[in-house]
T-cell receptor, first 114, second 116 residues
Framework: DQQVKQNSPSLSVQEGRISILNCDYT??????FLWYKKYPAEGPTFLIS?????DKNEDGRFTVFLNKSAKHLSLHIVPSQPGDSAVYFC?????????????FGGGTRLMVKP | GAGVSQSPRYKVAKRGQDVALRCDPI?????LFWYQQALGQGPEFLTY????????KSGLPSDRFFAERPEGSVSTLKIQRTQQEDSAVYLC??????????????FGDGTRLSIL
């Protein structure tokens, strides 16, 4: 029973265009959401996060949107660059857990074509 | 470096052998987590430490898995009598605050474990 789902295993985008990665969750107790980027043979790198009290958080080319009623979040990358090609993981945590352990989606592989 | 350091990067063991994986978190980070990542999937939580206390081990798949962080810094994940299904990447992460706080976790590059 996956509590965090990324339904698109892969996404291909032209350089300079917008990349939109989507994530759905089922646990209404989740209150903190994060996006991580992963290159091969490396660990996940933190990109951006959002608390459930907000619906948008922006950091440079990266913006995360949260729709609590739909239990949906998305990551927008604009403009996309070839160096953005990686696997992106959505993750969520529940404040009622002692350590805020992360529950991850299965990842979306983004390919940005020059 | 200033990041989370894991060793070894790669470990090959025969079925039935014991293995030990090491994690050196970011200096001063209170919280330390272990995750297991199977091929093509997202990481899955194994266990959590706040300083030296193991506060959550609900994700450990069996009693063959054991983790410790005796001095509240370096942590070791030990797997006894390894099985082929233990083959995965084991990721360690740390964060600066403990308890109920929203801080991102920072990950090491993982140990890729292959059981023959």
């Amino acid at each position: 029973d996956q509590q965090v789902k990324q339904n698109s295993p892969s996404l291909s985008v032209q350089e300079g265009r917008i990349s939109i990665l989507n994530c759905d969750y089922t646990n209404s107790m989740f209150d903190y959401f994060l996006w991580y980027k992963k290159y091969p043979a490396e660990g996940p790198t933190f990109l951006i996060s959002i608390s459930s009290i907000k619906d948008k958080n922006e950091d440079g080319r990266f913006t995360v949107f949260l729709n609590k009623s739909a239990k949906h979040l998305s990551l927008h990358i604009v403009p996309s660059q070839p160096g953005d090609s990686a696997v992106y993981f959505c993750a969520a945590s529940d404040d009622s857990n002692a350590g805020n352990m992360l529950t991850f989606g299965g990842g979306t592989r983004l390919m940005v074509k020059p | 470096g200033a990041g989370v350091s894991q060793s070894p990067r790669y470990k090959v063991a025969k079925r039935g052998q014991d293995v030990a994986l090491r994690c050196d978190p970011i200096s001063g980070h209170v919280s330390l987590f272990w995750y297991q990542q199977a091929l093509g999937q997202g990481p899955e939580f194994l266990t959590y430490f706040q300083n030296e206390a193991q506060l959550d081990k609900s994700g450990l798949p069996s009693d063959r898995f054991f983790a410790e962080r005796p001095e509240g810094s370096v942590s070791t994940l030990k797997i006894q009598r390894t099985q082929q299904e233990d083959s995965a990447v084991y990721l360690c992460a740390s964060s600066s605050l403990g308890g109920r706080s929203n801080q991102p976790q920072h990950f090491g590059d993982g140990t890729r474990l292959s059981i023959l």
